[in-house]
Structure formats: C-alpha cells, structure tokens
C-alpha cells in the first residue's frame, strides 16, 4: 500500500468510527477509568497532568455487590485503560468486560500476581465463618501489596502511553514512597499496644492488615459480607469485647453500622471507624481525599482503639 492509500484507508477507518488502537496523540489525555477508590487514587498520581482518571462506582456505592449500568460499557467503549483489583473483588468488572468491544482499551487487573490470603491464615478468626472461593479480595490493605498494585498499574500506563514513560515512572515512585512512608508509620505506630485484637463490626477486611502487623482480626461479617453472624457468634463477639479490656468496636465506611452499634451497646464499648477504602462519599471524592489519608486515619483510631503507646 503506498502512503497515500494507507492515509486514505486510516481517515476512512476514522470517519467510519472504528480507528484501529492507536497511540493517544498528544492533545488527548490517556482515559482511565477504574473500578474501586484504593485502584482510583494510585492510577490519578501515576496519570498526573497526563490522564483524565474516573471511578466507576458512583460515590457511596457498595463495592462487592455492585451492578454496572448500561452508561459504564459507553464509557469503557471510549476509554484507554481500565483498571480493576482482580476477579474475587469485582466479580461484576469481568462480566462488564464481555460487554466491551473497544480494539483500543487495554485492561489492568491491578492484583496479578499477588496471592490471597485464605481465610484461617491470617492472625485472627472471623466468629465461625468459613469464606469459600478464592480468599480475602482487600489486598490493598497490606501496604506492600498496593506498592505492588502501582507497579502494575504503572506497567498499564507505559504499555499504553509511552511518550510519557518518565512522567508516570516519576509519579509511581512518588506514590510508593508514600506508602513506603505509611507502613513504616504503622510498624512503628503499632509496635507498642495493650491489645493487639481488631474487633470489628463490619465485613471481613483487615485480614491483610492484621497480618502486616501482628495483630489479630475479629469480623463480623464475612469477606464478602453477605451472611449475617448468629446468636452464638455475637455472643462470642460480646465476650471478646470484654475481655479485650479496649472498650473499642471498629465499624466500616459507607455502610450503616447498625451491628457494630449493638455490640458497642452490649458492652458498653464506644465505637470509631476503620476505613477499607472500596469506595468513598461524594464529599470525600470532592475534598480530594487520598488512599493515604484515610489509611492514617485509620492508623490514629487503631492506635487509639488498642491502646497503643
Ligand atoms: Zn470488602
């Protein structure tokens, strides 16, 4: 084919709606769209100026169970890149994706390569439940494992932007050290503790957390929190409440924490938050609230909640 023929084939395909994957042109920036908020604020620091990065759960919604809307193929069909955290956290994301037909977007699943943990392998139990399938999706929640993840995510940025490898190598290596800095935080933060059990009235999350820093975790739900805890189960949670000498009950973001408070009622416990992070309000979205933020703050009220020194 010559030149000519090959420019008038391409400004065909172009007016025809159907462009080959092409590199982005300079103007364009990369569009990411991702599926969760840990996934999100990694991917806007590695973009930096050079991406137009969105969260595809609306601001609130539920992260396990979430249902795409027929708007969320239209705006894969336009996107570069998307990134999820793997099949066992967003079951929904794998099925969203046999609805897309885009020869341009490339996809990401941000936790290859990391191994779940099992529930039973962590420092801790959940009151007699016993989770099936592929394990504890929340790996995000082990600091070294979202360094990993901006690797990945970095990895999907280069593949599909390189004319700007150096900006979005720049920027992951920012974010690493944030998290880097994080987990030091927490290592020293939590080395010294009355208690070191986590007793949460919320899903299964912090398994990945606990196991970083020798702590034991006790959830009320399970990892994908669709089963709720008996009699016996509560029971067994009133009386660890107590023992724990804490006087804390964890409850989770997003969600009201309507278990938590009847644990905290029965024990006379008070109640703080520990944020996972799956998604976040619209008045965190806009604020411009950070993975690393939230994880401080959750530093501070297990800090608190443990009666650490
Ligand atoms: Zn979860």
């Known amino acids: 084919m010559t030149r000519g023929a090959a420019l008038v084939a391409l400004l065909f395909l172009a007016l025809a709606g159907c462009t080959p994957r092409e590199q982005k042109t300079e103007n364009r920036k990369l569009q990411v769209v991702t599926t969760l908020f840990p996934l999100y604020d990694m991917a806007r620091a590695i973009g930096g100026t050079s991406a137009q990065v969105s969260l595809l759960l609306p601001p609130g919604a539920e992260a396990h169970s979430f249902e795409p809307r027929p708007g969320d193929i239209l705006r894969l069909n336009r996107a570069d890149l998307f990134v999820y955290t793997g099949p066992f956290m967003e079951p929904w994301a794998e099925s969203l994706l046999k609805g897309i037909d885009s020869p341009r977007l490339q996809v990401v699943n941000a936790g290859r390569g990391i191994p779940l943990l099992k529930q039973g392998e962590e420092e801790r139990h959940t009151a007699g439940h016993h989770h099936e399938g592929g394990g504890d999706p929340h790996i995000w929640l082990d600091f070294g494992n979202a360094q990993t993840m901006v690797v990945t995510i970095l990895a999907g940025f280069v593949e599909r932007d390189p004319a700007h490898t150096e900006l979005y190598r720049h920027n992951a290596a920012g974010y690493r050290a944030r998290l880097e800095e ?128």
Do not use: W
């Not at 899903?203 to 606990?210: E, K, N, R, S």
């Not at 089963?227 to 973001?253: C, D, H, K, T």
């Open 182 to 309: 994080l987990d030091n935080a927490y290592r020293t933060g939590l080395a010294d503790c009355k208690t070191r059990t986590i007793i949460h009235g919320g899903h299964f999350a912090f398994g990945y957390l606990a196991k970083r820093y020798s702590l034991r975790y006790l959830s009320a739900f399970p990892p994908s929190g669709d089963s709720e805890p008996n009699a016996r189960q509560m029971a067994e949670m009133v009386g660890l409440i107590r023992s724990s000498g804490a006087g804390v009950v964890y409850y989770e973001e997003l969600v009201s924490p309507r278990l938590a408070d009847t644990l905290a009622r029965e024990t006379g416990a008070r109640l703080l938050m520990l944020n996972a992070a799956h998604n976040v309000s619209r008045a965190d979205l806009d604020r411009g609230v950070t993975l690393p933020d939230l994880m401080k703050q959750n530093l501070e009220n297990l800090r608190q909640g443990l009666l650490c020194r």
